[in-house]
């Protein structure tokens, strides 16, 4: 599949199969995630793999969509803070966005689903994942086999989109 094919054919998957992901796809989407550019590499985000298998009641209070639980894993990234010290502009949620498109195209490449995940439940993320007062869930993904046909995907034109030389 060339990288043109892959990003024409990504969709945001809302329906999954259970199976199960094999761990071979889950590092390799994990991998393409590590190796995505980031402010002065920076790399200050963490992601969490979560199993939704015996979860799914309580990651349901995340996200509150079926389909959200129906994959085998979901994955957050988190962001934490730069700290008093620095002197130079926070790309912290830009670099999280790469990290997560390289994620999902990665994933997509592999046969699997994602699906960003943006407006969920911040104080039930936090409280289900355990997380520290500092580090803050910014994205989720499902991760597993699309069980959907997906929509066609609907693009303003590029004429819409791009300017050339000035405004």
């Not at 590092?27 to 963490?46: D, G, I, M, Y």
């Not at 007062?133 to 004429?159: C, H, M, N, Q, W």
Request: a negative charge.
């Amino acid at each position: 599949m060339t990288f043109s094919d892959l990003v024409r054919n990504r969709y945001s998957v809302r329906g999954y199969k259970p199976d199960p992901v094999e761990e071979w796809k889950l590092q390799q989407t994990l991998e393409a995630a590590r190796l995505a550019p980031t402010a002065a590499n920076r790399q200050r985000f963490q992601l969490i793999v979560i199993h939704t298998e015996g979860r799914k009641e309580e990651l349901s209070r995340i996200y509150g969509r079926e389909w959200f639980v129906q994959p085998p894993i979901v994955i957050c990234a988190c962001r934490y803070p730069m700290g008093p010290d620095h002197n130079w502009r926070d790309y912290t949620d830009v670099d999280l966005g790469i990290v997560m498109d390289h994620l999902i195209l990665a994933a997509a490449e592999l046969g699997l689903g994602t699906c960003w995940i943006g407006a969920f439940d911040a104080a039930a993320a936090r409280e289900v994942l355990g997380l520290p007062d500092e580090v803050e869930p910014v994205i989720f993904t499902p991760l597993g086999y699309p069980d959907d046909a997906g929509r066609p995907k609907k693009r303003k034109e590029l004429s819409e989109l791009v300017r050339y030389e000035r405004w």
